[in-house]
T-cell receptor, first 113, second 111 residues
Framework: GENVEQHPSTLSVQEGDSAVIKCTYSDSASNYFPWYKQELGKGPQLIIDIRSNVGEKKDQRIAVTLNKTAKHFSLHITETQPEDSAVYFCAAGPYYNTDKLIFGTGTRLQVFP | ETGVTQSPTHLIKTRGQQVTLRCSSQSGHNTVSWYQQALGQGPQFIFQYYREEENGRGNFPPRFSGLQFPNYSSELNVNALELDDSALYLC??????????FGPGTRLLVL
């Protein structure tokens, strides 16, 4: 069945360092790949997304890369700050934008001052 | 913060009972999706509603059902509650085939 694997499950970095989270998906029909940040007691918040016709997208300190051949996509956070500490989820959508999203299992990122 | 609201914020039920969770979508959005998030896991897709009809369903039994109203708000109903139904239930709204925005969720505890 459809599956999204996410690594690592936890990640600790020093403030100012970079953080990278990687995901692999199984459904070759997936065309939409959002990343969500979830803080304690809150719902997931979209931070960046990418579609299959684009290989890379950047928004200030956040970037996402996509390799459709290998079915890999990654989140890169540069110059991390303590407020970046949260659980990050990758997801894959089988159609152009939405419909059913399949989520990864999450990465708990801790940024130490 | 998104414009998606959910009620109630917390709920405690016992096994066998029924529960109704509510979601108000963001202004301009006509599609609502429901997800179940168990502790320490990613959200799992339950179903989606578009124009008051179910439009896609995940691997959940029929005792999970829903409604969407003309104002695009939505309800999730769960019958015959089981202990494993304890989770955070998330609602996400969107324009058709556009980015989903999540509400804060309803935390359900089944005893």
């Amino acid at each position: 069945g459809e599956n999204v694997e996410q690594h690592p499950s936890t990640l600790s970095v020093q403030e100012g360092d970079s953080a990278v989270i990687k995901c692999t998906y199984s459904d070759s029909a997936s065309n939409y790949f959002p990343w969500y940040k979830q803080e304690l007691g809150k719902g997931p918040q979209l931070i960046i997304d990418i579609r299959s016709n684009v290989g890379e997208k950047k928004d200030q300190r956040i970037a996402v890369t996509l390799n459709k051949t290998a079915k890999h996509f990654s989140l890169h956070i540069t110059e991390t700050q303590p407020e970046d500490s949260a659980v990050y989820f990758c997801a894959a959508g089988p159609y152009y934008n939405t419909d059913k999203l399949i989520f990864g299992t999450g990465t708990r990122l801790q940024v130490f001052p | 913060e998104t414009g998606v609201t959910q009620s109630p914020t917390h709920l405690i039920k016992t096994r066998g009972q029924q529960v109704t969770l509510r979601c108000s979508s963001q202004s301009g959005h006509n599609t609502v999706s429901w997800y179940q998030q168990a502790l320490g896991q990613g959200p799992q897709f339950i179903f989606q509603y578009y124009r008051e009809e179910e439009n896609g369903r995940g691997n959940f039994p029929p005792r999970f059902s829903g409604l969407q109203f003309p104002n695009y708000s939505s309800e999730l109903n769960v019958n015959a509650l089981e202990l494993d139904d304890s989770a955070l239930y998330l609602c996400a709204s969107s324009r058709r085939e556009e980015t989903q925005y999540f509400g804060p969720g309803t935390r359900l505890l089944v005893l």
